[in-house]
C-alpha cells in the first residue's frame, strides 16, 4: 500500500470531530479534546521509528510555542528514546497505542492533521509536509501550518 491507501482510515475524518481522547502525555498531565479547541490545533500521529529529524521537530515545537496553533501527539508505541522525548516541547501523548487502533483503521505513520478551534478535522498531510509536497493547502491557516513546516 502507498501513503494514500495508508491514510484512508484518516479521510472519513474530514470535515467532522476529531475522536474523543483522554491520555497523558510524557509529563503525566491529561489531555482530552477540550484541550484543543481554543485554537487550530497540529495532530501528529507517530511512532518511535517516524519521530521527526531534528529540524522538524524544532519546527514542530515553534508551532507549538506561537501561540497561534496546539500541537499535540499521539505515540504510537512506549519505545521512544529519552534524548528525543527531552526535546519534544509539545505534548506527546504515550499508551495511544490502543486508542489509534479504536479509532483508525488503516491508517499510515506519519500522519499530520489539522483541527479547527471547534476540534473537527479540516486538513491532512499523509507523512510529514516538505518542500516536494504535490498538494500545497490553499485555506491559509493550513498553508500558515505547511509553510512553517516545510522551513
Request: glycine residues 2%; aromatic residues 14%; charged residues 25%.
Amino acid at each position: 500500500m502507498n501513503k494514500s491507501e495508508h491514510s484512508r482510515g484518516f479521510f472519513y475524518l474530514l470535515n467532522k470531530p476529531f475522536p474523543d481522547f483522554n491520555l497523558k502525555d510524557s509529563n503525566n498531565i491529561t489531555y482530552t479534546n477540550s484541550s484543543v479547541i481554543d485554537k487550530p490545533t497540529l495532530v501528529c500521529i507517530l511512532s518511535s521509528r517516524s519521530i521527526p529529524s531534528m529540524k522538524r521537530i524544532k519546527a514542530l515545537n515553534s508551532l507549538y510555542f506561537n501561540n497561534k496553533f496546539n500541537v499535540i501527539g499521539f505515540i504510537k508505541d512506549e519505545r521512544i528514546k529519552q534524548s528525543q522525548l527531552r526535546k519534544i516541547k509539545f505534548p506527546l501523548l504515550l499508551n495511544s497505542s490502543q486508542w489509534l487502533d479504536d479509532n483508525f483503521k488503516n491508517y499510515y505513520i506519519p500522519t499530520f492533521l489539522i483541527l479547527d478551534d471547534r476540534g473537527f478535522v479540516t486538513y491532512l498531510f499523509p507523512g510529514y509536509p516538505h518542500k516536494n509536497t504535490k498538494y500545497i493547502p490553499v485555506d491559509e491557516m493550513h498553508k500558515t501550518v505547511f509553510d512553517a513546516l516545510i522551513k
